[in-house]
């Protein structure tokens, strides 16, 4: 009878056991990227992948629709705004915790943009030009009182440095890189995912957040997988090791998959952007002729056919096509490839075939993805053949070529640009906008772009809007500070029993809705 008793107890045990692991493996999605984790600190942080993950382990006081450009109330319920435009008072929700328990309050939303502006992280930008001080009314309600009224400033409070994070946990004067660095050692948000293994360049795992106060996800946990080269990454979807894979995949393995039965492709045509920076305030590339002698040799429609078999599209502004005030402003001025007027801008700028434009073009290897060295090599070549440049090809990795814009070692190099928010401002301002020029190397400043972009950000008119971005386009044309290149089509690639992936006109990426059928 012992021995009978034991085996019932192992037999449920097992049965238990496998229940368990069939429910397990039902609601845990594999996810494959190429991309890297950098500093894991929403002010500090201003890449795609890692915002990415903070959209859904973190959380704003607005936030987009899933799928649309709409905005919704996060963790506020709601927002009045002040008669002069420059008050924004946002009405918390009641009874929300962050993942270790503590309470989400106005405290914690004042603390938050208050260390923002203190400590100047790279997406700083997007609070300091903005917002002048915080106050907080009552512990459910906190007020943003701003520099100037700003038309798109619920915009702006859905981005990744105005979301609440815990001031017990995050250091008060200084930002972190990793969850180690933090009380406790771990990550503590209030969306619908907390973060519970983080191995950097191997996985990341997330499950569900009981706590959260939305609707919860379709699935209890993600696995991140970090592959080091686009085509393992492939082999591990063809092979059925990932669910799903985005970023990034190269051309011919994008072609391939496009065509298998067993796969599931889901594209995302976006405002997702890819341009050439200079250091415009240290000679040579002081001197805008030499930044439109390169503008004018870059030929896009054959870089796009060579490295990427046609699958973006040529781009002529920084403001991207399908978004309005968009003019393809470069196209009218400079061309495409046009060799004659890149050799004619330098030989006025003191250069000719005995006396060439030599300097150093950087990119960065892996980051965008492993056609980056063939961008690289395509522009060389482009620019070499004006017989009145010589270019000295050089890479760095993402963390150290960040540090290099910042010490300003790269005198022209390859960036790319996925929006904080949908507006022109945030493809102007970001690049040409003194604050915003500084934080990402460039360091143009000058009033009058200064002031044309405060009208744009103040203005509530729309065709006056469209007349400002309209005229700043222009005058891109002949400052230079970026020279647009071209804008992407993002890929993502499924199992065919996935459902539920949606990459956002906003380009935000969120797991709450992936599933399997």
């Known amino acids: ?302 870089l796009i056919d060579k490295v990427f078999l046609g699958q973006n599209a040529p781009l002529y502004s920084m403001v991207p096509m399908g978004m309005w005030s968009h003019t393809d402003a470069f196209k009218a001025v400079h061309g495409d490839g046009n060799i004659e007027q890149s050799k004619r801008l330098l030989k006025e700028a003191g250069y000719s075939e005995s006396n060439p434009l030599t300097f150093d073009f950087w990119y960065t290897p892996s980051h965008y993805g492993d056609t980056e060295v063939d961008i690289a090599a395509v522009l060389k070549n482009q620019f070499e053949a004006t017989g009145v440049m010589k270019v000295n090809v050089k890479s760095a990795e993402w963390a150290a070529y960040r540090d290099n814009w910042a010490n300003k070692v790269m005198p022209v190099w390859l960036l790319g640009w996925y929006p904080d928010y949908i507006d022109p401002d945030n493809y102007t301002s970001a690049f040409a906008g003194t604050a915003g020029s500084k934080g990402l190397g460039i360091h143009f400043s000058s009033s009058k772009w200064d002031q044309k972009l405060v009208e744009g950000q103040t203005a509530t008119d729309m065709d006056v809007r469209t007349r400002v971005y309209q005229t700043l386009q222009q005058w891109w044309t002949q400052d230079v500070p970026t020279a647009p290149i071209f804008q992407g089509t993002l890929y993502l690639f499924s199992q065919k029993n996935v459902r539920g992936i949606t990459i956002s006109p906003t380009l935000q990426f969120i797991y709450s809705p992936i599933h399997r059928q």
Not at 83 to 99: H, N, Q, S, V
Not at 270 to 289: E, V
């Open 1 to 302: 009878m012992k021995v009978l008793k034991f085996v019932l107890i192992f037999l449920t045990a097992f049965s238990l056991i496998l229940v368990s692991s069939n429910v397990f493996a039902k609601e845990t999605l594999v996810y494959g990227t190429t991309e890297k984790i950098i500093d894991m600190d929403p002010g500090k942080a201003y890449d795609f992948h890692t915002w990415e993950i903070f959209y859904n382990i973190y959380e704003g006081l607005l936030k987009y629709k899933i799928g649309s450009t709409e905005l919704v109330p996060g963790l506020a319920e709601s927002y009045d705004i002040g008669a002069d435009g420059k008050e924004y008072t946002f009405k918390l929700r009641k009874g929300l915790k962050f993942t270790d328990g503590t309470a989400f309050d106005a405290n914690a939303v004042k603390w938050s943009i208050d260390r923002v502006l203190a400590t100047k992280g790279d997406p700083s930008w997007l609070v300091t030009d903005f917002v002048d001080r915080v106050d907080v009314v009552d512990k459910y309600a906190v007020k943003f009182v701003l520099k100037n009224p700003v038309a798109y400033f619920p915009s702006l409070v859905a981005s990744v440095p105005y979301y609440p994070v815990n001031p017990n946990i995050y250091p008060q004067d200084k930002l972190i890189r990793d969850p180690s660095e933090l009380k406790g050692g771990k990550l503590v948000g209030l969306g619908p995912y907390e973060v519970v293994s983080f191995k950097r360049d191997q996985e990341i795992v997330l499950d569900v957040n009981r706590n959260y106060w939305g609707e919860k996800p379709k699935n209890d946990r993600i696995v991140i997988r970090y592959f080091a080269d686009a085509t393992t990454m492939r082999l591990a979807l063809e092979k059925g090791e990932v669910d799903f894979v985005f970023k990034t995949l190269n051309p011919s393995d994008i072609a391939d998959l496009e065509k298998m039965a067993k796969i599931r492709t889901i594209k995302a045509q976006g405002p997702y952007i890819r341009y050439i920076c200079f250091l415009t305030d240290t000679p040579p590339w002081n001197n805008p002729k030499l930044r439109q002698a390169v503008a004018a040799a870059v030929n896009r429609p054959k």
